[in-house]
């Protein structure tokens, strides 16, 4: 790797879905719901999985940062179009059918820079909206497969053993103990 280069960020939903296929793939233990799987292989993968995560999470502050700025922007926008309406319709006020008409121009202005601040918001909120929604389904993915795992590897409680001296001195002898 030259040293210009970046280091490349693992994909944690392609390293999940590799975990799932080992687990897949892994032999299973005679009489025995538990696999056999190489310990160091599944670990190494968990473990870039888990370092891919601080970055998803940094790229989703960051898309929430942006959204804040674009609502931010268009706000100003705003403002400096009710400005403008608002001085243009000072500088309109001459005679009486100059200020009807200045009253009807500066309400229909404010009226558009409502609509055009209402859709920019609208449009940077959707966007951001469908942002957090992808990065959502990724990490509940990711949690599925994570928690999936776990079980898959949750060590089964072994039957408990009689021991036959206790059987023998009790007198009784259940055959579904065994």
Known sequence: MLEDEPEKVPDTAALLEQLRTIL????KLPM????SINRDEFGAILQEAIDGLPEELREARWLLKERDQVVERAAHEADRL???????AERMVEKNELVREARRASEDI???AERQAAAIRHEAEDYV???LAAFEVVLDRTMQTVQKG???LQVHAPSPVVNEADAD????FDQDDL
């Open 24 to 27: 897949d793939a892994a032999r």
């Open 169 to 172: 001195e009790s007198g009784f």
């Open 150 to 152: 776990r079980e898959r």
């Open 110 to 112: 404010l009226e558009d």
């Open 129 to 131: 909206d469908r942002k």
């Open 32 to 35: 025995s719901a538990s696999v």
């Open 82 to 88: 009710v400005e403008a309406a608002r001085v243009r």
